[in-house]
């Protein structure tokens, strides 16, 4: 309305004498223009206009249109102050009308076929749609539109928007906010295409400061008369005009306006509007014509009046405007010309103003006679005046009369004459017992009332009455206070009259017809008096109790499941409570619909068969690589750790999966797909709804009855004659149970795993329509108990004992056939790490606790899973545990697991305040550990450096060429069955000058090892004279062919010594008279008498035995048996002349029996040979002499005999043998020799083999000579 505006500034300025100010506002709200009038400081900010009574600027607004949507606040304005802030004068006469519009090119091309497009009912879909001639949506590009997110104003009441047209689908709520929800962000698509976006037709609305306009009409039209409309919006302005203009589009528009002239535009005709209907919100019907208005703030009459009377008699005719409108639109055009170019678009408020004000400029001047029956007449005077001349105040009319305001003392009178009405000013005078102000106590006034309902005044002689604030209301005349509404009500407006005004605050619904509850989490309450509905991801049981309504509200398990709506709307074939379930026959969509079964949904209940038929060729396999070559396996072996590393992995993220945390696909897709390892699938295609107990029990039996079909597969093996070991099968479901002890766990500990509900009840997350600890999840807690017991429980109980068990095993030969058994477990480890399979087991159960224990705790699970994954990271990167390229592997996927946590923590949905806290408590203490943490740290490290370094518990003092192998075999002995701190100079010493310090200071016990030249050695003299001087205990082992000397051997001891060594003896105060004391006191002490000859055992035994002397009164080991020879795979063979060479052997049998994990025998006699049945390879030891010694020939004879007699028998050999290089295997023996050579063995010359040959080996004949010549040299010594 800017040239009627422009006409009155023309006239008040020019005809009246005013000085007028005109302000072009930014905003296109006929709202803002009200406030603005009414004096508020920001009258476009609809969230803080800034209306505080103040002295107004604006005293005009021209051409404001109040309908449904501006009288509100027309009325909000009015009760600012008592009797008003605005005047509403009077109609400017004539109408303007908005709707949807279409082009003429449109209209024209469809009239041809006879189809009339300004008719609604031709753009029903379900009649025809009218697409055809139309532009389609991709023709208009994005970058002119308004993404709908920023749409401003869209709904001014969604409750009465939703209440009419149950387009839940179509809004986007987020508190009291509403917005069209649009797919690709721009266009909003009615629900008559919505389901395909390229049959609907665009819709412009234009956009002024994210203001949109004529959204909730053409939304409500589209649904209410199935119109497939695909709305957009563009900034009202140049933007608008050209994409009207060039593509043939549904628009909103108003007229008059000469913006689209030549386009030819049409109105389309919708019923005739509906007072009523839009009144309660049902915008279906055509638009009200719009009558424009002249709003005056009240004191225009004190100010200005005849500018007043000027705007009053103001009115102009539908022409009249438009041809106003053309003058300024030519004017315009004449400043575009003048403008440069590249300034045209950018059309300045001034410039703009300029045109209109030059249009309405030559419209007055061409039409005097209209304007001239518009203005006043001089002594016309109005209320808060009176006639004046010359100064003296009139109470009759003069033809010379003004009209000047009432000063205070005087009140202004209504008079009536012959001219028509006009007012005086009159003296006041004080009434005595009146309750209202006093009368002309101010400048133009005119009398004195009480205040109306809805208002007040608290105070006497109140000038003016405040009206009731929001909340409050008052129904009596002169009130001095207003009543207040229930805590829970307010009013919607100012000065409320009844108790009946009071409603529902928002976020409160009504109950009972009677009181406002707080709206529950997870429901929208708009207030008023509209009901709650359910927000998305929510789901609502509304109930009747005794004629009481009550609402329980469910949290969904996922968000797309329960819409936006009615309290209890499920998604499309959805059921039960939390719409949980899909009816029997239909299975769950990536939408959260339930759509009918096909072949793809069911290839979960496919999954058993299939996994139990994969696992038989595994079965064979396994069973295969158990008589192949050993490479080959271990190189199978170490992918099947890998892959099953992997699985673990995956595991774990199905356990992260069932944090609460908002995932986003495409990760959502890929986590919700690793529910089937723990058996998480819906049952409806196959089960009706709410059938839990079958389902659970179906998920508990599903690894039983893949171990009822292997075993049946391996029976049926057997009965075929084609048996495959039980170790392999045992091996396959040990791995199968190792690998899923986390999704197993999982499963067992799902019906325990409940979360909290806004109702306070609490549901199972998987299962959210089962309540906790009702008598449906009962039977669900027996199963889950007993699979509790019979998976995680059982699983880990069982690592645990055969960890303990194993060191037991390793030490004897019997205990190695038993951990055939458990290769699944300790084989994936390197050997002095088999208790990390204990470890990573109880990760894999803490991983599957998270999820359960901590389901009320949202916050904690990503924090503990964190720590739990770092945990893991540390020991395995400290122990390094894995064989070859797996530790990388497992390093790489834990390292993957920690970053996903890491990424998906800001998605967590952290609102529960209890949580919050426990999480703070929690940093806090983190926080204080950390100074503590590094605090301790220190101290430990300087009381490492300050504290006197631990001493040997034992040092073993002997000859290296008598004994040397003997203590090495004694310290891994001790080392074996237990941990002891042993000197043994070979591993220990670095300073030989150190040595009787070590033993003085450093040493708890010595263990003298008497060999025959002990005694005669001068640093084990010196060993033993510093224990005895220094109080060291001594512990005498006696080995074989060790005497005692005499008193004159001992006597004559340092003959046995040179100077030089005399010297060094000295030097360290060790005196010979302290020597040979020393050999008094040791042969006075009891000893340990040891036989090299005797068992391993028995060797064993007795080591032990020192071990517990040394330590005083430690507990006594039981020692493993050895093992019979029957089952040993490895042979090792020795002279028994050379009692070191028996300790050698004896090193070798434990050292090769730990790494290999393969039962070892060390061969004494014939009869060993002879019973060796299951002996691939023979560990024959080379020592010096060896090849002399008549018993070890006649051993290896007998090895080659019995292995070439047993060759066609045994197969066996074959898979051992491929440990070695080929050129160690003989091609014609079953029985693999293996020769190590201790150092001291070196071969003899060839005149050895011929002396042998001739006359035979030391009582074996020449015959058995030169059998014994060709089994040396066919060994392959």
């Known amino acids: 309305m800017a040239t009627p505006t422009a006409a009155f500034q023309i006239l008040a300025e020019e005809y009246l004498g005013y000085n007028v100010r005109l302000e072009v506002a930014n905003s296109l709200l006929a709202q803002d223009s009200l406030y603005a009038v009414a004096g508020c400081e920001n009258p476009t900010n609809a969230l803080n206009r800034g209306c505080h009574g103040q002295e107004t600027r604006m005293h005009v607004a021209v051409g404001v249109y109040l309908d449904e949507e501006v009288a509100p606040h027309f009325d909000r304005v009015q009760r600012f102050k008592m009797g008003g802030v605005l005047d509403d004068l009077s109609s400017l006469r004539f109408f303007s009308q908005s709707g949807l519009y279409v082009n003429g090119a449109s209209l024209e091309r469809a009239a041809v076929e006879r189809v009339f497009l300004d008719d609604y009912r031709n753009y029903d879909v379900n009649y025809r749609n009218p697409k055809e001639w139309f532009s389609s949506l991709e023709t208009i590009h994005k970058s002119l539109l308004v993404a709908c997110t920023t749409w401003r104003g869209a709904f001014p009441d969604i409750g009465r928007y939703l209440y009419f047209t149950a387009d839940f689908d179509g809004v986007n709520i987020s508190g009291t906010e509403a917005v069209p929800k649009c797919p690709d962000g721009y266009w909003w698509l009615s629900p008559a295409c919505r389901h395909n976006s390229s049959e609907c037709i665009p819709t412009l609305a234009g956009s002024a400061q994210g203001y949109v306009y004529g959204v909730e009409e053409l939304m409500s039209k589209a649904i209410a008369f199935s119109m497939p409309m695909a709305l957009g919006a563009t900034d009202a302005g140049r933007s608008f005009v050209n994409l009207v203009s060039q593509h043939d589009v549904l628009f909103y528009f108003w007229e008059p306006d000469l913006t689209l002239g030549a386009l030819g535009h049409q109105l389309i005709s919708f019923p005739e509007f509906n007072e009523q209907r839009w009144t309660l919100g049902d915008k279906g019907t055509m638009a009200q014509p719009l009558d424009h208005r002249k709003i005056a703030n009240q004191n225009l009459d004190l100010l200005a009046p005849d500018a007043r009377g000027l705007l009053m008699n103001m009115e102009l005719d539908l022409p009249e405007v438009l041809d106003m409108m053309r003058k300024s639109t030519s004017a315009l055009q004449q400043i575009l010309t003048a403008l440069p170019v590249s300034s045209a678009d950018e059309l300045k408020n001034e410039e703009w103003w300029g045109a209109c004000w030059q249009g309405a400029c030559e419209w007055l001047q061409q039409n005097r006679e209209t304007w001239q029956g518009w203005m006043p007449e001089q002594s016309n005077c109005y209320a808060g005046q009176g006639m004046q001349e010359a100064g003296l105040w009139l109470t009759t009319r003069s033809l010379n009369a003004t009209c000047s305001s009432c000063p205070a003392g005087r009140y202004s009178v209504l008079l009536e004459d012959a001219f028509g009405a006009t007012a005086v000013c009159r003296a006041s005078a004080q009434n005595g017992g009146s ?72 976020g409160r619904y009504l109950w009972n017809q009677t009181e406002c509850m707080p709206c529950p989490e997870g429901m929208y309450c708009p207030g008023d008096s509209f009901p709650a509905f359910q927000l998305a991801g929510y789901y609502v049981e509304h109930s009747y109790i005794e004629g009481l309504s009550s609402y329980s509200v469910f949290s969904c398990r996922d968000a797309s499941r329960c819409p936006a709506g009615e309290p209890g ?321 497992d390093l790489v996927l834990s390292t993957a697991l920690l970053i996903l946590l890491l990424l998906a923590s800001p998605l967590l949905r952290l609102n529960q305040t209890d949580t919050s806290f426990l999480v703070a408590v929690l940093l806090a203490c983190v926080l204080c550990v950390l100074p503590l943490a590094a605090l301790s740290s220190a101290c430990l490290a300087v009381s490492v450096r300050l504290r006197s370094q631990s001493k040997y518990d034992a040092f073993l003092c002997h000859h290296k060429a008598g004994a040397g192998a003997l203590c090495r075999f004694f310290k891994l002995i001790v080392h074996k069955y237990g941990r002891m701190n042993i000197f043994l100079d070979s591993d220990e010493l670095d300073d030989l000058a150190r040595i009787f310090e070590i033993v003085s200071s450093d040493t708890r016990c010595l263990v003298a090892v008497l060999t025959p030249e002990l005694l005669q050695r001068m640093w084990c003299a010196g060993e033993m004279t510093s224990a005895r001087k220094y109080g060291i205990p001594i512990i005498p082992l006696y080995c074989d062919g060790f005497a005692f000397p005499d008193d004159d051997c001992i006597n004559k001891i340092e003959s046995v010594w040179t100077e030089e060594q005399h010297y060094t003896l000295t030097s360290h105060g060790i005196a010979m008279e302290d020597i040979k004391a020393t050999y008094r006191h040791i042969s006075t002490l009891e000893g340990y008498a040891l036989s090299r000859h005797s068992s391993l055992e028995e060797q064993e035994r007795l080591v032990l035995d020192v071990a517990a002397a040394v330590l005083r009164g430690a507990r006594r080991v039981e020692v493993a048996a050895q093992g019979s020879v029957s089952s040993a795979r490895i042979l090792l063979c020795s002279t028994e002349r050379d009692p070191e060479a028996i300790s050698t052997v004896l090193i070798l049998q434990q050292m090769v029996q730990q790494q290999l994990r393969i039962a070892t025998f060390r061969v004494r006699s014939l009869k060993d040979i002879a019973a060796a049945s299951s002996a691939s390879f023979a560990l024959v030891l080379l020592s010096k002499g060896v090849l002399e010694d008549p018993d070890f020939a006649l051993q290896i004879g007998q090895m080659r005999a019995t292995a070439a007699s047993s060759f066609k028998k045994r197969k066996v050999w074959y898979d051992m043998a491929r440990i070695l290089p080929a050129s160690r295997v003989s091609g014609a023996q079953a029985l693999s020799f293996v020769p190590v050579n201790d150092g001291t063995f070196q071969f003899p010359p060839s005149d050895f083999y011929m002396q042998v040959e001739e006359v035979g080996l030391a009582g074996l004949g020449p015959n058995a000579g030169r059998s014994l010549v060709k089994a040396y040299q066919a060994s392959p010594y």
Request: hydrophobic residues 45%; contains cysteine.
């Open 569 to 889: 709307q499920c998604n499309v074939g959805r059921t039960g409570r939390a719409c949980a379930d899909c009816f029997r026959g239909y299975a769950s969509d990536v939408d959260g619909s339930c759509k009918p079964c096909d072949a793809l949904s069911m290839w979960p209940f496919l999954l058993l068969p299939i996994v139990m038929l994969g696992l038989l060729p595994l079965l064979v396999a396994a069973s295969i690589l158990m008589s192949r070559a050993r490479r080959v396996a271990v190189s199978i072996f170490i992918v099947c750790v890998i892959f099953g590393q992997l699985v673990v992995c995956l595991q774990s993220l199905e356990a992260i999966y069932q944090f609460e945390i908002t995932w986003i696909d495409p990760a959502r897709a890929v986590l919700s797909s690793l529910a089937i390892f723990s058996l998480d699938i819906e049952f409806s295609c196959i089960l009706d709804p709410q059938s839990h107990v079958v389902e659970y029990g179906s998920q508990l039996l599903a690894y039983p009855a893949v171990l009822l079909g292997t075993a049946g597969f391996w029976l049926l093996a057997r009965w075929l004659k084609r048996p495959i070991s039980f170790n392999s099968f045992l091996n396959l479901h040990g791995v199968l149970l190792v690998a899923l002890l986390t999704a197993m766990s999982l499963t067992a500990m799902r019906p325990f795993q409940c979360r909290p509900n806004p109702n306070g009840l609490h549901t199972l997350s998987t299962r959210t329509d089962v309540i906790c600890w009702s008598p449906e999840h009962r039977p669900l807690v027996v199963l889950a108990s007993l699979g509790i017991l019979a998976y995680p429980v059982a699983i880990l109980s069982t690592i645990a004992f055969l960890t303990w068990k194993y060191p037991t095993w390793l030490r004897s030969g019997g205990g190695l056939e038993v951990l055939e058994k458990y290769k699944f477990l300790f084989g994936r480890f390197r050997p002095e790490r088999y208790y990390y399979a204990l470890l990573l087991s109880t990760h894999n159960m803490v991983v599957a606790l998270i999820p359960a224990a901590l389901v009320s705790a949202p916050a904690l699970q990503v924090g503990i899973m964190g720590a739990v994954i770092c945990t893991k990271l540390t020991a395995q990167s400290l122990l390094w545990p894995w064989r070859s390229v797996a530790n990388y592997n």
């Open 435 to 506: 309750a209202s102000a006093l009368t002309g106590e101010q400048a133009m006034s005119v009398s004195c009332d009480v205040c109306l309902p809805g208002t007040k005044a608290d105070q006497w002689g109140a000038t003016q009455c405040e009206w009731c604030p929001q909340g409050q209301y008052q129904r009596e005349n002169g009130a001095t206070e207003c009543r207040s509404c229930e805590e829970s009500k307010t009013t919607i407006a100012l000065a409320s009259t009844s108790e009946w005004d009071c409603v529902c605050k928002p």
